[in-house]
Each structure stands twice: as C-alpha cells, then as structure tokens.
C-alpha cells in the first residue's frame, strides 16, 4: 500500500511555490486553496502510524494521526488560512512562504511519533520564527530574534539532551508518556518549558512578539506556544508540577498588562496567561481537562489571531499600536472595532463565545477535583483576562479619548480574514456541541449552558467590569504611559552585564596579587640561595653547604605551591 | 469624576443595569449544588468578580510600576 501525502510536505511545497508567483490575486487564490486542500487530505487520512522507516539503527516515525494531534492539525490549516489571506493585504509573498514554512514546521511537531523527528522540527520551528522576527528588518525586531533564538537553542539543548539520555536509558525513541523522573525527562520538561513560556523562562515571548511585522506577530502568536502545549499534552499529561505552573501563569501576566502600554504586547501578556489555562488542564490529567485544555488552544488560536489581527489592522492605518497614540477609532474602523469586540469577549469567556465552551471545561475539571485553591485562581485570572484584554485592548484602540486620527476601515483580505475568524469565534461559542465537543481527543458530556453557570459568569465578569469603570471614573486607573516594564530578563540583559564587569574586577586584581606575591617568592628563592656563597664568603664554611640553600628553596616553593593547591 | 459623553453615560447606565439584574438572577438561580461552600453564598460571584478587579489594578499601579518602570530606551 502506497504511503499517503504527509501535511507537512503540502506546506514545505507550497513555500517553495508561493515564492515562485508575484501576482498578488493567484497568490490570495493559493492561500485559500492550499489549507482546505491539506484540510481535506488530512480530513481523508484515518487514525493510524505512516511513514515509518529505520535508519542507522533508529527507527522513525514521521506521521502519527491519533484524534490529538488530529484537532491541533485541524485547527493548524485553519488558522494558516486565516492569516494567510490576512497578509496578502500588504505584505510581500517571501513573508507568505515563511509563514507556511513555519506552519508546516508546527504540524510536523505535532505529527512526530518519535523523539527524534520531533526535535528536528523543533528546530525548523525555532528558526522559521526566528526568521519570520526578522524580516521586519528593524533594530528593535533584530535584537527581540536574537533573544528569541538563544532562549529557544537553550531551550533546544536541553531537549535533545533529554532525548539522547532517554534513549541511553529505554533504548528507543518512540515518543511516549513519561513522568518527572529522572534528568532525561526534567531536561525534556523543561526543553518544552522554555517554548510553552513557562514563568521566568516567558521573557522571549512578550519581548519578540510584539516587535515583530504586522502579520509576524499574528503567526507567531498561534504555532509556538501551542506546539509546546501539544507537546505537554502528547508527554506529560496529569503532570502535577503543571498544575502550579500553570496557575502562575494565569496570574502574573495580568499585572503586567494593566501597566503596558503596547497594546500588542498587552495580548502577549494575556497570551501567556491563557496558556496557563491550557497548562493546568494538562495537568489534571483528567479526561474533562484534556480536553478543556485541547478545546482551550482551538478557541486560543482563534481569538488571539483575531485580536492581533484587529490591533494589526489599527496599526496598519495609523503606525501604532501604543494605547497612548490611539483611541476613538471605533467611527473609523467600524468593522475592525466589531472584530476586536468579538475577540476580546471570546477571551474574557463572555457566555456565548468560543472561550466560554472551551475555558469552562478546565474551571469545571479543577472543581469536580475539589481543588479549591485552584478554583479561586481560576476565577481570578477570569476576572483579570477580561480586565486587560477584554476591555482594556478594545477600549484604549476604538473609544477611550478621540485621538483625533482619523483614517479608512482596514483593506479587504483583511476584513475577511477578521469576519472569518470572529464567525468562528461565535459558532462555536454558540454550538460548541456541533463544532468543537466533536473534535476533541476524548468524549465529551458537557453542557456549559445551564442558568446557573451562565449567570454566575455573567455575574463575575460583569462586576469586573463594574470595577474598571469606577476606578477610570475616578482617575485611579493607571494613566498609560511610554514605559518599558522590566520583567524578568533584566537579570540576564543588565544584571549579568553587571556581574561579568564585577567577575572581571575580581580577576584582574586577584591576578594582580598574584603577580605581587609571584615576585616576593622569587626574591626570597634568590636570597635563599644565595645564603650560603654569603656564609662561606663571611664566615670561611666549607662549599659544601650550597646545596642546602637550594633545598631550602625549592622546598619554600614546593610548600607555597602546595598551599595553593589545598 | 470625569464629565461623560452621552453614549459613555448611556452605557455606564446600563451597566448598572445590568448588574444589579444579575443580582436579582443570583438570588433566583444561585445558591444550590455547587461544588464549594463559597458558591453557595449569594453574590459570590459579584464579590469576587469586583474584588479582583480592584486589587488588580492597585496592585499594578501602587506595587507593581514602581519597581518595573523604565524609560522607553532602557535596553537601548
């Protein structure tokens, strides 16, 4: 039996073929048709293991199709299509090739049923974004790909260094669950870690991001970070570290957004904190929060690309994404206005929109596990998403004070690409039984609109809301401002300058006194050596005692040498 | 307080509204088979949702900005 089209290869082909074509209307026909051909060849391939070979020893297993990495798949093509038709409104088609280079990159991580086939496109990943970062071509976008190179090739490391113990271990590379037990499995854990944004290893993310191109920013925001989240599910499901780092997660984020100015980086932020969600669902390990967590990055990517793409929009008319340059944009760009709306209650969870049929499954999972702790967290983070992205994004960009822009609605792909995706965002906010219950790795039996949950969400975020106006009434709102927030990379971009000019003090004037005492030894050996010419010259003893100078002093030497050693 | 535009006052009326609404709801629907102790209280929900909002924001404001807050050029 002939082995059937892998994914990845559509969208390593349609890089090379994009590339290829310079008019812009045959370019925006194969943005189209490529994702819904790979739609329908994925929709064609049952579940099953293809594409399997040895080689030197290793056996390979390049595409593994079980219903997870199906959905993350589906929702893959659907998103590259999505942004695809987005970029053609400006961008150049080299950008359109990464963008599918990196795409395809993504799927296969997702399709990998072995270590080592996963850590090569890994890798395509990393460098693909990397490259993607870079073609901005500023300053400020040069530095952000550096930063997100080196954490990534760190990151990286670890991987395959986990990789290649596991092996050492288990003798085989097929990519099954483990647990936190032992330096192989730590250092995969962590490999993810780094990817996924785990706190204090976030910082690549919120300073990358929003300093990549228009469209840039819009990819980046749905591969990385949920390949990571795939990855997690696919290895360490139930991993109960997760569950704590997930919370933090959830939590630290939203401080940060309610001081940043850059809108675009305030959905960074809020970016981090919804994997948060994601990661406490793995981390249950239960079958309800599996698939909260699937149905969480499904929605994610959905509504996190809506929101770039409506903050884009709004940066594509007028320059800028800062809060402090925009407002009262919502008379010009109607229909982005709506979109952004849209996104931002599907994030906040707002009943009837995709976040609320996805996130409710994670908040339902923590409390049927009477995790209380948990819960409150939960709830919290819900109150605080709605905060920043909910409200904050949409209200400085569209209404707020009049900034006295005045400019056009967002050119057409655009537009669509908006209107799809926030169509998305409310079908299955609506229907989540029909549309994305279906999909996911395990059968669901949920129903998130009963009269209780719909009004006690409606209640919390309302009151939230309810908060925010008081305190923007009141003028104790924090004015935004042109800032830079320091977060946690400043202990490796300026406090570890610092220390390395400190380590270099250090060792020069340590070398220093070793140069001194180096020459005191010397003129004490000479003296010493010289002792006994001076005692048969004043005293008339026989020659014989010169070699006791010597010893003398070359056993003052070998104590000296010896104490350093000690 | 700021002076508000007609459509801000409309819609800050309306979340009033709205609020006290669900209020009424929570006392209707809220209350039974729940998984904590806390849902179980009325205005739970409304108490938590406000109180989160507020601490949110001064604590960004008050503890957070004025330890991170940096030029525009800090790393430049």
């Known amino acids: 039996m002939s082995e059937p089209l892998h994914p990845v290869l559509i969208f390593y082909f349609?890089?090379?073929?994009?590339?290829?074509?310079s008019s812009r209307k045959i370019v925006q026909l194969l943005v189209i048709i490529i994702p819904l051909f790979g739609l329908l060849n994925l929709y064609s391939l049952p579940d099953g293991s293809y594409h399997q070979f040895t080689l030197h020893g290793f056996h390979f297993l390049a595409l593994n199709i079980d219903p997870l990495s199906r959905i993350f798949a589906y929702i893959f093509h659907i998103a590259v299509c999505i942004t695809l038709i987005y970029t053609t409104a400006f961008d150049d088609t080299s950008k359109l090739a990464f963008g599918f280079f990196y795409a395809g990159s993504a799927l296969g991580v997702v399709f990998a049923g072995d270590f080592l086939t996963f850590y090569i496109f890994w890798e395509l990943l990393t460098l693909s974004a990397v490259a993607i970062l870079l073609k901005r071509k500023t300053d400020r976008a040069a530095r952000a790909g550096i930063h997100y190179l080196l954490t990534h090739v760190v990151g990286g490391l670890a991987l395959l260094s986990g990789v290649i113990l596991h092996y050492l271990d288990y003798g085989s590379l097929q990519m099954i669950r483990l647990s936190l037990s032992g330096t192989a499995e730590w250092l995969i854990f962590m490999g993810l870690g780094v990817m996924c944004a785990f706190p204090l290893l976030h910082c690549w993310l919120t300073d990358s991001y929003p300093e990549a191109s228009i469209s840039g920013t819009v990819f980046l925001s749905i591969f990385t970070t949920k390949s990571a989240v795939y990855s997690l599910a696919r290895i360490f499901p139930g991993q109960s570290e997760l569950i704590w780092i997930g919370a933090v997660m959830t939590i630290f984020p939203i401080f940060y957004a309610v001081i940043e100015n850059d809108l675009r980086?305030?959905?960074?932020?809020?970016?981090?904190?919804q994997v948060g969600f994601m990661v406490i669902g793995i981390g249950l390990g239960t079958y309800l929060s599996i698939n909260g967590a699937v149905a969480h990055v499904f929605t994610h990517i959905l509504y996190k690309s809506l929101l770039f793409m409506s903050i884009g929009a709004v940066m594509f008319r007028t320059g800028t994404a800062r809060a402090t340059g925009l407002g009262g944009l919502a008379r010009s760009m109607p229909f982005t206005t709506a979109c952004c709306i849209i996104g931002a209650a599907s994030i906040s969870a707002v009943p009837f929109f995709s976040g609320f049929a996805s996130k409710s499954l994670v908040v339902s999972a923590a409390a049927d596990g009477h995790h209380l702790a948990l819960w409150l967290v939960l709830l919290f983070a819900s109150?605080?998403?709605?905060?920043?992205?909910?409200?904050?994004?949409?209200?400085?960009?569209?209404?707020?004070?009049?900034?006295?822009?005045?400019?056009?609605?967002?050119?057409?792909?655009?537009?669509?690409?908006?209107?799809?995706?926030?169509?998305?965002?409310?079908?299955?906010?609506?229907?989540?039984?029909?549309?994305?219950?279906?999909?996911?790795p395990y059968p669901v039996s949920y129903n998130p609109y009963t009269a209780a949950h719909i009004v006690s969400q409606f209640e919390l975020l309302s009151f939230a809301a309810l908060a925010f106006t008081l305190l923007l009434l009141s003028g104790i709102y924090p004015a935004e401002m042109r800032a830079t927030n320091l977060d946690f990379d400043w202990f490796y971009r300026k406090a570890a300058s610092w220390l390395i000019v400190a380590a270099g003090v250090i060792v020069a004037a340590t070398s220093k006194l070793l140069e001194l005492a180096g020459k005191m030894l010397v003129s004490v050996?000479?003296?010493?050596?010289?002792?006994?010419?001076?005692?048969?010259?004043?005293?008339?003893?026989?020659?014989?005692?010169?070699?006791?100078?010597?010893?003398?002093?070359?056993?003052?030497?070998?104590?000296?040498?010896?104490?350093?050693?000690? | 307080m700021k002076k508000l535009s007609k459509t801000a006052r409309t819609a800050v009326r309306l979340l009033f509204t709205g609020c006290l609404?669900?209020?009424?709801?929570?006392?209707?629907?809220?209350?039974?088979?729940?998984?904590?102790?806390?849902?179980?209280?009325?205005?739970?929900?409304?108490?938590?949702?406000?109180?989160?909002?507020?601490?949110?924001?001064?604590?960004?404001?008050?503890?957070?900005r004025p330890i991170v807050k940096r030029s525009e050029d800090y790393y430049e």
Do not use: Q
């Not at chain 1, 349609?14 to 074509?21: D, K, V």
């Not at chain 1, 048969?536 to 100078?549: A, E, H, M």
């Open chain 1, 383 to 440: 109150a605080g998403v709605f905060h920043h992205a909910g409200i904050k994004v949409p209200f400085f960009a569209f209404f707020s004070h009049d900034s006295g822009l005045r400019v056009k609605e967002a050119p057409l792909p655009m537009l669509a690409a908006m209107g799809i995706a926030a169509f998305l965002c409310v079908i299955i906010g609506v229907f989540p039984e029909y549309t994305l219950y279906p999909l996911l």
């Open chain 2, 21 to 64: 609404i669900l209020l009424g709801l929570d006392l209707a629907l809220l209350g039974h088979d729940t998984h904590f102790i806390y849902e179980s209280r009325h205005f739970f929900y409304a108490c938590f949702g406000f109180c989160s909002g507020l601490i949110i924001v001064l604590l960004a404001k008050h503890v957070l």
């Open chain 1, 14 to 21: 349609s890089a090379l073929l994009i590339s290829l074509f």
């Open chain 1, 265 to 273: 980086r305030v959905l960074s932020y809020s970016l981090i904190n």
């Open chain 1, 525 to 566: 050996y000479h003296r010493l050596r010289t002792l006994p010419d001076y005692l048969v010259y004043t005293t008339g003893l026989k020659s014989t005692v010169r070699p006791i100078g010597e010893s003398l002093a070359l056993a003052l030497l070998f104590m000296t040498a010896l104490i350093f050693i000690m």
